[in-house]
């Protein structure tokens, strides 16, 4: 049984070095990088562009990048948002409950509506209800879920309005609303993302 978990432990070790690898690889051979926008700025003078550099380890050779890397992220440093302008590990701190309530929804939503079609299924085998659910259900798994995200978006969002386009709450009312208003608002805001 040790053998085994120390085993599964390695496995999980490589794919995580693995990954890493090919995230730093992607990142440094995508164009620009994290201040383009500012070093391609004429009125940032060379001496600011070299002090950005050097304070985040982009004036050092790859291989030494690398190792920084790697020393940061097995430490749980995982680095500056340059887009949120804060650390990473704060930013998807603030993201992880959210995250964890819609797939927690979407996955007892699927299940649930899963075992009614197969129980519908069951009870009206060989019947036309059997094979239009068959089909529908085919179309759903074939379809590529960002593909079906924007029909979704598109129909209930913008075409009929029924769903609201984004958002975890109505960031003008919610504050106000009372407990079960809140829990309601919460609900119709997570509706069409759990149903996608």
Known sequence: MLRYIARRLAQAAIIVAIVA??????????????????LDNPNV????RETLRAQYGLDRPLPQ???RYVGALSRGELGWSFSHDRPVSEVLGQ?????????????????????LIALIQVARRGTTTDHALNGITLLFIAMPDFWLALLALLSLAYWLPIFPVGGAVDSVTHDYLSAGGRIVDRLYHLALPAMT
Do not use: K, Y
């Open 21 to 38: 690898t090919i995230t730093f690889a992607l990142i440094h051979h995508a164009p620009g990088d994290p201040f383009s926008a500012v």
């Open 45 to 48: 003078s060379e001496s600011v």
């Open 65 to 67: 990048q690398f190792v």
């Open 95 to 115: 993201a992880l409950p959210n995250t964890l309530l819609l797939m927690g929804v979407a996955l007892v939503g699927s299940f649930a509506l899963g075992i």
